[in-house]
């Protein structure tokens, strides 16, 4: 299995990416990713206020998919994701939920013993997640930390091991990326931060030809959900909302009203995050109401 380490990574995901590196489709491939500061606050000795931003956020790749044209899907399994024994997680004034009632930046290193989160006077099991992954965009320039169509800082704390991310490809070769590991996040990731962390993901990469996505699909072991992204929590339950209807459509004949009244029986609203410059919402169905069929057709 070939294995992919932090010296190569980008700050923004655009239409024009020059690849790193170039794997086939139905490869597995294990990639490093740094944790969101690039390494700068591992020591209690670091400093916040001198930090060097070109390094936040970070994506290990670009990786070309053979085949991979726009108009398919890549769908990305995450065999499975470790990460380090330590990370950091922060506060910074007005930023996260109730910044207003921060007055200085602050970062506390938390170990991760045993699959345990150590943290002052509690102790909670990790849950690795994968923050940031993306595809290139379709005409945009975008900056690593900001979530849209094309996947990247979606912050979902389901992106993790035993989950499959679908992205659609809006380029040649996709151009995949990923970075900002999380070592336990929560939904919303209210106060800015999640434990930050480097990370070493084993993924399955594969290429759906004509698979007709509009924005990120999870599929876990027991929901299908669409990751929506908008400037506001109500546009992103919009758009996450049409999507899902859609994709039904594509699996059966009953008419648009029709499903759409039935998500409001089947499907779940969850927040991803509230804090990026863009908000993620996920709206999820239940895979057993699906009998078996897949949601996202064609493979
Ligand atoms: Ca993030
Ligand atoms: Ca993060």
């Known amino acids: 299995m070939k294995e992919f380490f932090t010296d190569k990574v980008i700050n923004t995901f655009k239409p024009e990416m020059e690849e790193a590196y170039r794997i086939e489709s139905g490869e597995r491939i294990i990639v490093h990713t740094r944790d ?10 670091d400093s916040y206020e001198n930090m060097d931003r070109s390094g936040f956020n970070t994506a ?3 990786f070309y998919v053979e085949g991979a044209m726009p108009g398919d899907v890549l769908k990305v399994q995450i065999i499975d994701l470790e990460v380090a024994n330590q ?14 009632r921060v007055e200085k930046k602050k970062f506390n290193l938390i170990p991760v013993r045993n699959g345990m989160v150590e943290y002052g006077d509690f102790t ?15 005409d945009e320039v975008i900056p690593t930390n900001i979530p849209g169509d094309h996947g990247a800082n979606m912050d979902t704390k389901d992106i993790k091991k035993g989950s499959t991310v679908y992205l659609p490809v809006f380029q040649k070769g996709g151009m995949l990326a990923l970075g900002d590991v999380h070592g336990k996040m929560g939904d ?4 800015c ?28 072991e027991n929901e299908f959900m669409v990751i929506a992204t ?12 049409e999507e899902m209807v859609r994709l039904f459509q594509k699996i059966s004949h009953m008419p648009w009203e029709d499903l759409y009244m039935m998500m409001g029986m089947v499907m779940d609203l969850r927040i991803s995050q509230v804090v990026n410059p863009m908000m993620t919402i996920r709206t999820v169905v239940p895979r057993n109401l699906l009998n078996g069929r897949m949601l996202f057709g064609n493979r």
């Open 36 to 45: 969101c500061y690039s390494g700068a606050l591992t020591k209690p000795t």
């Open 124 to 138: 909670f099991p990790a849950d690795p997640m994968i923050g940031i992954i993306g595809v290139a965009t379709k």
């Open 193 to 220: 931060s999640g434990l930050e962390i480097p990370g070493k993901a084993t993924l399955q990469i594969d290429v759906i030809k004509n698979g007709d996505l509009k924005m990120p699909l999870v599929e876990t």
């Open 60 to 62: 290990t790749g670009p």
């Open 230 to 241: 908008a400037s506001t929590i109500e546009d992103a339950n919009a758009k996450g909302t």
């Open 188 to 191: 919303g990731e209210s106060s």
């Open 87 to 100: 990370g950091v997680a922060v506060v910074v004034p007005n930023e996260g939920t109730v910044g207003y």
